[in-house]
């Protein structure tokens, strides 16, 4: 038994927990004292078996390339790029990818349904990627627009108990709006174990990473593919490479500063030549998340 001091409850011992099972099935997670403000506290991995075959977790790729002409969407040339090589990194990454290709609405709605109720209990995360048209808060299924916080709520917490506790990323490539990035000039110059066992907040263990800030343009080449999807995947790969693994976080912050400082629009028209982009991740992680599966 534990005590109760300040209507928080400390367990003296530590609660059974197996592979990939984080939090019990009614969403309680066990931190120790020592570690509740720890800043390099990470989320635990799912360790290879004795075959050295695992997954780490479900990758669901939604590729959106055509549209119902109802929707007034263009085809997204050189967004099979993208997805091609986020396929292949995930892979690497020893994700379990499923692959769609211009999904409607109702079937994303399945998609997502199957997925929530589906047993994560041995995987330690979950990953969404969606290439497609959007506008701030939608993006385009080939048939209509979807709310992305609709396609994230089937993750939460009270509807997706077996990743209760355990790191949600969802990353959208998609226009935001339809205003363009002209950039600015810069100037550069030279204790013991107790643990706390709380209840998670439904919304606990998501990452939301988007390709552009809310209002703005997300540009895409139609041969080399889109600035943030690249950057990301070139992130990733060069962290599989690296003998000190970098939590997301910090891999995002890359992916952000490159896409910033590097990449400007080529269009040679006045109104859309020159711009530039600024990638934005939102974030309620509870702790560092290595997505190569090593703690460095």
């Not at 701030?136 to 979807?146: F, H, R, S």
């Amino acid at each position: 038994m534990g005590e109760v001091v300040d209507g928080v409850h400390l367990m003296t011992t530590k609660p059974n927990q197996g592979r990939g099972q984080m939090a019990d099935k009614d969403g309680y997670l066990s931190v120790s004292m020592a570690d509740l403000h720890n800043p390099h506290l990470s989320y635990p991995v799912v360790s290879p078996n004795r075959s050295g075959k695992f997954y780490r977790g479900e990758c669901i790729l939604i590729n959106q390339r055509d549209f119902h002409p109802s929707t007034n969407q263009s085809r997204r040339d050189g967004t099979d790029v993208d997805a091609d090589r986020v396929e292949r990194v995930f892979k690497s990454l020893n994700y379990k990818v499923t692959r769609i290709l211009n999904i409607t609405k109702s079937v994303l709605h399945q998609t997502l349904l199957e997925a929530s109720q589906a047993d994560h209990s041995s995987y330690d995360s979950f990953i969404f990627v969606m290439l497609s048209h959007g506008d701030n808060n939608i993006i385009y299924a080939n048939d209509g627009e979807v709310l992305t916080s609709y396609i994230m709520a089937f993750f939460r917490g009270d509807r997706c108990p077996s990743l209760i506790a355990k790191p949600k990323l969802f990353f959208f490539q998609a226009c935001r709006g339809a205003a363009f990035d002209k950039g600015v000039s810069t100037m550069v110059t030279d204790a013991g174990e107790d643990l706390i066992v709380h209840k998670l907040p439904i919304e606990a263990d998501i990452l939301v990473a988007y390709s552009t800030v809310p209002g703005f343009f997300a540009w895409r080449n139609s041969s080399s593919g889109s600035w943030f999807i690249q950057e990301l995947c070139n992130a990733l790969e060069s962290d599989m490479k690296n003998a000190n693994h970098s939590d997301i976080m910090s891999l995002l912050t890359v992916v952000a500063r490159v896409v910033a400082y590097q990449y400007r629009s080529n269009t040679g028209q006045i109104e859309t030549d020159n711009m530039k982009q600024m990638t934005s991740t939102v974030s309620t992680l509870t702790r560092l998340f290595y997505i190569n599966g090593l703690k460095s």
